[in-house]
């Protein structure tokens, strides 16, 4: 266990589902953030959350929604998805907004069918 | 925020010191430099990082010359379990620029 937890670790949906990731981090950290990893692809950087406010949203599809209900706990909310959307999503959280000190969960294997 | 360029992939035996340089040629004053770590299906994890000259820690250590435009990851006596791909990234440590990463070097430890 990294310090941050992610689940559920494996999630297939329809098309027309709606589902939800979740993350949990008691580090203490101020700073959260959701990445998306495709086969063969770097992370991508989907959205950050400082002190529970987002601060960044890189032009993701309204179909994924966040949510950061406070400073330990985030979400991404899923609808509607395309078989291109499965990938693995990554929760990350760090002390300050910057650089230093990411710890990364251990990723939620999302496969849209 | 500052471009690194790093191998796509890298071989080596069980044993070797195993080496990987970055280079950042528009690395700011202000930037630190970070390595992480990611096996497959996890997420990375973080090995080391550093501002100039030497940092060293249990698992690697982190040479970066007095013109900071390159650092180089060194990884004594790899094994099998060291197999990963391995991301160096520039950036200041503190403020709101989250962290962005490139392909990474994929390093093969072979038997």
């Known amino acids: 266990e990294t310090g941050v937890t992610q689940t559920p670790r494996h999630l297939v949906m329809g098309m027309t589902n709606k589902k939800s990731l979740k993350c949990e981090q008691h580090l203490g950290h101020n700073a959260m953030y959701w990445y998306k990893q495709s086969a063969k692809k770097p992370l991508e950087l989907m959205f950050v959350?400082?002190?529970?406010?987002?601060?960044e949203n890189n032009s993701v599809p309204s179909r994924f929604s966040p949510e950061c209900p406070n400073s330990s706990h985030l979400f991404l909310h899923l609808h509607t998805l395309q078989p291109e959307d499965s990938a693995l999503y990554l929760c990350a959280s760090s002390p300050t907004g910057g650089q230093y000190g990411y710890t990364f969960g251990s990723g939620t294997r999302l496969t849209v069918v | 925020l500052a471009k690194t360029t790093q191998p796509i992939s890298m071989d080596s035996y069980e044993g070797q010191e195993v080496n990987i340089t970055c280079s950042h040629n528009?690395?700011?004053?202000?930037?630190?430099i970070t390595w992480y770590q990611q096996f497959p299906s996890q997420g990375p994890r973080f090995i080391i990082q550093?501002?100039?000259t030497k940092v060293t820690n249990e698992v690697a250590s982190l040479f970066i010359p007095a013109d900071r435009k390159s650092s180089t990851l060194s990884l004594p006596r790899v094994s099998l379990s060291d197999t990963a791909v391995y991301y160096c990234?520039?950036?200041?440590?503190?403020?709101?620029?989250?962290?962005?990463f490139g392909k990474g070097t994929r390093l093969s430890v072979i038997a």
């Open positions: 990234l520039v950036g200041v440590a503190v403020g709101n620029t989250p962290l962005v």
């Open positions: 528009n690395i700011a004053t202000n930037d630190y």
């Open positions: 959350y400082s002190l529970e406010e987002r601060v």
């Open positions: 550093g501002y100039k």
